[in-house]
């Protein structure tokens, strides 16, 4: 368990002052260096003094390091080799890693350089705290120090094992202060008992059973929430500065427990006591953004790069290049693109920020918590020492994601409140935001000299990224948005071949997008091309591609690893592709690729040699690829935790392998649209291959980084194989199911676009106001009713009350008259209709703002005639219509209930609707066309059917929204009543006729969907006819039952003939990945519940793609949220909102491949996107 | 809820209301508004860390919890919703001080890089083999197919999914969930 610290001053003072410690300090000059430091910045931070181990009088070892664990399990590594150099059993000893308080600064945690560099003086200071103890104990027990051995935290006489004395007692009693000892004998190889053994990760019981504390579980007292809210250019920090035009702080008045809404310039943040209203603020909050549209198409990043400023650094210059060039046959020049790809942490970044004492604590889940606190004296204008990061673990980030900006929000939002604040980010925040790991372009020109080897190797290589300044120093106007260029690009560009003729030239460039290091910092890219490009060299020559490699490879190191690897994978020597064959539609082949990964500032440290050999499948026709099996190879020199070497390797292929096959940044003009893991699909459990892992033993050898090594052979170790399957060669990642296709299969020529279908809407109310001009004007004004004192409630029986309250639910009243709050019946709600947005009254007893002031008689004729008390005309959008077959005493009942409300004195908007719909008066003439009470009932039917079709047509008056409406907004009667509308934004299906739904409505499918919010056969209400069937609660299940019966009876039990499967529509590209990874873990995988299979869903068979559309992009409540009496077996969960996660397009795409998939005998839905865009507009039905 | 002049519906819906819950066996009472996110009421108010945000949308699994032994999306659930129902977190799963089967084997073969998603990788596990207690590899694939890692464990988990399914059909508590 590890509990977080409060007070990490505390700590720090304890180790500095307390007794009964045997400490190591370490001392140096300067600071590490940072990247972007300008120069003589390190060094001008003059001597340094920091602690690195403490023994304590328990016998007990900390050991403090200043890089962080990622994921990687370096705190166990770490953890085995202080044990190691102290003789102290593993438990003994416990890691502080990463706090500003306590730890050194070493730096960031970068360049899989922990184990490699970090760990030297921590392993110093051990073995300068052993030599202590054994003279001490030598003192202690009088013998010679080459009389005593070391074990398990006790110093022993060899030849008298009873004579030992422990650690914690020589510790005792003083406070001994050492300095380490870099000349401090260490302990040779061959007596290693614990580095080198497999050891179990010393985090994960805790991490298994919820008792490890992440940084998203550090909860401090009196903390509150925060959220923030980003510009709306995703991912892109060159369009900051001045952007936010106007804030309305009355958008967010409403939420409960809102501390405040802070804003600095472009940083905006709200505070809340509670996370989900702090959620719900950072929703609502009303901001004005400049708007930018400025970003190049990094969709296809090569065009891009090319064009972004670059100044040329040559690294390489050996031999005669162009000469050689000019004499290369064949001349072989190509060109390698690798895309936009993100860390994709699962948890997105966290932080708590407290100010107390005049100081700043933040616990973060950063990678570099001594530039975190430098970036926070900048952004607070506060001393450094003033402020303490407190490390916590965080998901696992492979770079610099956003865990920094994170803390730096929380810091400002903690000041503005003087409160601790805790800011999560949000998905779609992370995925957008996080610093990505930057597409790259690599050319290299070459070719065959006259005996088939390399003639010359000329690489140039494009890296758009520098360090990703913590976003609210960009926000608040700290530090220009003008972007530094980092000169990172050059990882591992100087090629392991011996090319007599190489030139290597890095552009060194600022970014594009928010970009900066991801594993395999520019290496992986490079190294894609150079293990793409030797392979093509050996195939022009007719050689075996690793023995080409092998002819070319000078260190024997390397060479010998990837003889081992070739001879695990039984390797068979070929000169051309095909040599696997395939079987049906699929194809295989096999692929090398070599590299070791040198990292840090050129020309750079090597960290472990890595090879891979890819066996991929591959389908002719769909264009998928699988990596079915890696043979992985990997010196890593001395492993500490060869358990903990193999699991990175695992890691590093199987995350390689999603980055190779699937995964790329997508972009608009604005900025990131992959905001959520369906357009950013990562590879999942099915996919996953088989791995074998050949870990190269050198114990003698010191201890090389292993975070990154195995990730950087694997994008030309399956293009190679790529290659091998299909004789192509691929260039440009990632290998797509679409982008594989497309090269096997070059697309014909695409036909004319299908035209467009005139918006349905447009089609269902028409244009419509050209018809209004015909109509001469009758009565346009119609007298008032006088205003009356409010009526007693108590004139009316609690049985009327009782009555009215079941009218006003069968009615719904309240779905329209809600107020915004959720007051019933305070009115306010807005109802989008064609011509404009009506809003629903005030229909409290309130005198002036309700209907207080009203009559029964008045009050009638609003219902029946849609005659305002004082006489002006209501708009249809009133069911009016319906309500003329009301029966008298519901009326009055439903009267003496309203009265019987508490009245509400808040006044709703106006409604304003467009010309010439705005004409109150012009309602007259549209009641004089279509307002006529309708005859309902029939004798011959029985009394369920005609109480359900007074309800259904009467007080129910489905007809409102189910029936279409002609030019004029009137219900069409005749053949059209009740033959489908359109209400809020939502289809209403027809009633009568048959369902085009695959099964039809029986009785009782209407009675559960009425009852229970529910049809198992059909799906579940949604939008406003959720609010219909919430309503609908008080009524007995007679009437319920009554109304099935009716509507079952229009229904008919008939499903709707199906087309002729014409043309089964082919969903958009990429739709199938986007729903796998945006929608299938509930609608396939029942991470959801028991949700209506999707192939039974109404809405999917529709001829209107709203519904559909209105679900993805504002969500569906869970049935007990809206109906009182909820379907059995209804699924807990809600479907969730994807409108700030995904784009009209994508959307679109989703709604395409759902109807597909699951409607394959309807026609595709056209115009989806302007149709989301459309939606998208509407104001969201809120549902009380 | 008699009262007939009561209003039909009222919540305002960011209003706090009372639910009872029922949380690794215990009865528990929070004030928060209906729709608030199951995940959210585990966490901050009943202090439950097993349970991770992950993506608010029901994708990656890194909340998931059982519900009436099911494998559920704690991001998606409204608080109403889970009001009556049996909700297991990871830190439910152990009895009696000894760690549930599957916890024991996702321990022993270290099935966790940096641990983001195990809670999810957990609790998907354990109602999986309830269901199945003998999956072959496809079905393990596909059981968790919907639960995200990043640091790629899946070897790792895959090993542990076998050996938390051999152990619990060795002790003949496979169908038992929680």
Excluded at chain 1, 813 to 832: K, M, Q, T, W
Aim: hydrophobic fraction near 45%; include cysteine; aromatic fraction near 6%.
């Amino acid at each position: 368990m590890t509990a977080h610290r409060a007070d990490p001053a505390a700590q720090g003072r304890h180790w500095q002052e307390a007794g009964d410690l045997l400490l190591v300090y370490r001392e140096t000059m300067g600071r590490p260096p940072r990247l972007g430091d300008t120069p003589g910045a390190a060094a001008a931070a003059g001597p340094q003094r920091a602690l690195y181990l403490a023994v304590g009088g328990d016998g007990r070892v900390t050991a403090f390091n200043g890089h962080v664990d990622l994921g990687t399990g370096i705190r166990t590594a770490l953890a085995q080799i202080v044990a190691e150099e102290l003789d102290v059993p593993l438990e003994r000893v416990a890691m502080e890693l990463g706090s500003t308080a306590t730890a050194p600064d070493q730096g960031g945690t970068i360049a899989s350089e922990t184990i490699q560099i970090a760990a030297v003086p921590l392993r110093q200071a051990a073995a300068t705290a052993r030599r202590h103890l054994v003279e001490a104990a030598s003192r202690r027990l009088n013998r010679g120090t080459d009389e005593l051995t070391v074990a398990a935290g006790a110093v022993r006489v060899a030849a008298e094992p009873d004579l030992a004395v422990a650690y914690g007692d020589l510790v005792r009693g003083a406070r001994t202060e050492l300095t380490l000892d870099p000349a401090a004998a260490l302990k040779a190889v061959e007596d290693y008992t614990i580095v080198g053994r497999p050891v179990p990760r010393v985090d994960i019981p805790a991490k298994a059973t919820g008792a490890w504390t992440y940084v998203h579980d550090v909860r401090v007292p009196g903390m509150v929430h925060g959220r923030v809210v980003r510009p709306p250019y995703p991912g892109v920090d060159t369009a900051l500065g001045g952007a936010l035009l106007a804030v309305d702080e009355a958008s967010v008045a409403h939420i409960p427990g809102l501390v405040a809404v802070v804003v600095e310039g472009d940083f905006v943040g709200v505070v809340a006591e509670r996370e989900e209203n702090a959620a719900e603020a950072a929703r609502c909050l009303g901001l004005t953004w400049r708007p930018w549209q400025g970003l190049p198409d990094l969709n296809r990043p090569e065009a891009a790069l090319r064009d972004n400023p670059a100044t040329p650094r040559r690294l390489l210059d050996r031999g005669d290049v162009d000469r050689a060039l000019a004499h290369a046959e064949p001349r072989l020049d190509r060109t390698y693109v690798w895309p936009y790809q993100m860390h994709g942490s699962i948890g997105p970044s966290c932080a708590v920020a407290e100010f107390r004492d005049g100081g700043l604590v933040v616990w973060s889940g950063t990678q570099n918590p001594h530039v975190l606190q430098s970036d926070l004296a900048l952004l607070l204008d506060m001393p450094e020492e003033r402020i303490a990061i407190e490390r916590h673990e965080a998901a696992g980030c492979y770079g610099r994601n956003c865990a920094d900006d994170v803390a730096a929000d929380a810091a400002l939002l903690a000041r503005a409140v003087g409160r601790p604040v805790r800011v999560q980010l949000t998905r779609e925040q992370e995925h957008a935001w996080e610093p990505k790991g930057a597409a790259q372009v690599m050319d290299v020109r070459g070719g065959l000299d006259a005996e088939g080897g390399p003639a010359a190797y000329d690489f140039e290589t494009r890296y758009p990224s520098n360090g990703a300044p913590t976003l609210a120093l960009i926000l608040t106007g700290k530090v220009a948005g003008q972007p530094a260029v980092y000169p990172m690009g050059d990882r591992t560009a100087v090629p392991p071949y011996a090319f007599g003729h190489a030139r290597v030239t890095v552009h060194d460039m600022p970014p594009i997008a928010r970009a900066s290091w991801l594993r395999g910092v520019s290496a992986l890219p490079n190294t894609f091309a150079h293990e793409s490009y030797i392979d093509e060299l050996a195939t022009a020559a007719g050689v075996d591609p690793i023995e080409y490699r092998l002819r070319y490879l000078p260190d024997p190191r390397a060479a010998d690893l990837v003889r081992a690897v070739a001879e695990r994978a039984a390797w068979v020597p070929h000169t051309r592709p095909g040599t696997h064959g395939g079987s049906g539609d699929l194809l295989y082949g096999r692929g090398f690729a070599y590299a070791v990964y040198v990292h840090g500032p050129f020309p750079g440290k090597a960290a472990a040699w890595a090879a891979w050999v890819a066996d991929v499948a591959v389908n002719r026709i769909t264009g998928e690829v699988a990596v079915t099996r890696v043979v992985v190879g990997q010196d890593s020199g001395l492993m500490i935790n060869p358990d903990g070497v193999r699991h990175q390797i695992h890691g590093n292929v199987i995350q390689s392998t999603s980055r190779v096959l699937k995964e790329s940044v997508g972009f608009d003009a604005t900025g990131v649209t992959s905001r959520e893991w369906g357009s950013y699909p990562i590879l999942a459990f099915p996919q996953v291959p088989e791995i074998d892992v050949l870990m190269v033993p050198r114990p003698q050898e010191p201890p090389l980084g292993a975070g990154e090594s195995a990730s950087v052979p694997s994008a030309a170790a399956i293009t190679n194989a790529l290659f091998d399957a299909t004789g192509i060669r691929f260039r440009e990642l990632p290998l797509t199911a679409e982008a594989v296709r497309a090269a096997l299969n070059p697309p014909r020529i695409a036909g004319p676009e299908a035209p467009r279908r005139r918006g349905f809407l447009a089609g269902l109310f028409g244009a419509g106001a050209g018809a209004l001009a015909l109509v001469t004007t009758l009565l346009p004004w119609r007298p008032a009713y006088p205003s009356i004192e409010r009526p007693d409630p108590a004139a009316y029986s609690a049985a009327t009350i009782a009555q009215g309250r079941l009218v006003a639910a069968a009615g719904a009243c309240l779905v329209c008259h809600v107020g915004p709050d959720g007051a019933s019946f305070a009115g306010g709600r807005g109802l989008e209709t064609p011509f404009g947005t009506v809003y629903a009254s005030n229909i409290t007893p309130d005198a002036q703002a309700g209907i207080g002031a009203w009559s029964y008689p008045a009050f009638a004729r609003a219902m029946r005639e849609g005659i305002s008390r004082d006489g002006h005309h209501l708009y249809p959008a009133h069911p009016y219509t319906s309500f003329v077959n009301v029966a008298e005493r519901d009326l009055q009942a439903l009267y003496a209930y309203l009265m019987a409300q508490a009245p509400l004195a808040g006044a709703v908007p106006e409604t304003r609707l467009r010309f010439p719909f705005s004409l109150r008066p012009l309602m007259a003439n549209w009641n004089a066309l279509f307002h006529r009470p309708a005859a309902i009932g029939d004798p011959d039917r029985g009394p369920d059917w005609n109480r359900g079709a007074y309800l259904v047509e009467g007080l129910g008056h489905c007809g409102a929204c189910h029936s279409p409406r002609n030019a004029l907004g009137a219900e069409r009667r005749g053949a059209a009543r009740l033959a489908g509308g359109f209400a809020d934004g939502w289809e209403a299906p027809a009633l009568t006729g048959p369902s085009r739904a695959p099964l039809p409505w029986s009785e009782d499918d209407f009675y559960a969907y009425l009852r229970t919010g529910r049809s198992h056969r059909h799906g579940s209400a949604a939008g406003p006819m959720a609010d219909v069937v919430a309503s609908l609660g008080p009524l007995p299940d007679s009437d319920i039952r009554a109304m099935a019966v009716y509507l079952a009876s229009l229904a008919g039990d008939a499903t709707a003939p199906r087309p002729a499967a014409a043309a089964a529509a082919a969903p958009p590209p990429g739709a199938a990945t986007l729903f796998q990874g945006a929608c299938a873990s509930c609608h396939e995988g029942g991470a959801g519940g028991e949700l209506v299979p999707l192939g039974l869903v109404t809405a999917v068979h529709s001829a209107h793609p709203d519904n559909l559309i209105q679900a993805v992009l504002n969500g569906i409540p869970a049935a007990a949220e809206r109906f009182p009496a909820p379907y059995p077996s209804a699924p807990p969960a809600a479907m969730p909102a994807f409108r700030d996660s995904l784009t009209d397009r994508q959307v679109a795409d989703i709604v395409a491949y759902t109807r597909a998939r699951y409607a394959p005998d309807a026609p595709a839905w056209p115009g989806l996107e302007a149709a989301v865009a459309r939606v998208r507009g509407l104001k969201p039905h809120a549902g009380w | 809820m008699q009262d007939d002049r009561r209003p039909i519906a009222n919540d305002t819906r960011l209003a706090p209301v009372r639910h009872v819950l029922t949380v690794n066996g215990r009865s528990a009472a929070v004030e928060a508004a209906p729709s608030t996110r199951l995940l959210y009421v585990l966490r901050n108010d009943l202090g439950l860390n097993g349970p991770k945000y992950g993506c608010g949308l029901g994708q990656c699994g890194s909340c998931t919890v059982l519900v009436d032994g099911r494998a559920l999306r704690s991001c998606a659930i409204p608080l109403r919703a889970a009001v009556g129902r049996r909700i297991v977190t990871l830190e439910g799963l152990a009895e009696g001080g000894r760690l549930h089967p599957v916890q024991e084997a996702f321990v022993a073969e270290n099935a966790a890089q940096c641990g983001y998603c195990l809670n999810g990788m957990i609790m998907t596990t354990v109602a999986l083999l309830a269901a199945n207690p003998d999956p072959s590899e496809a079905e393990i694939r596909s059981g968790l197919q919907a639960n995200l890692c990043r640091c790629g464990t899946h070897i790792e988990i895959l090993r542990a999914v076998r050996a938390a399914a051999a152990r619990m059909r060795a002790r003949g508590d496979g169908g038992d969930e929680a």
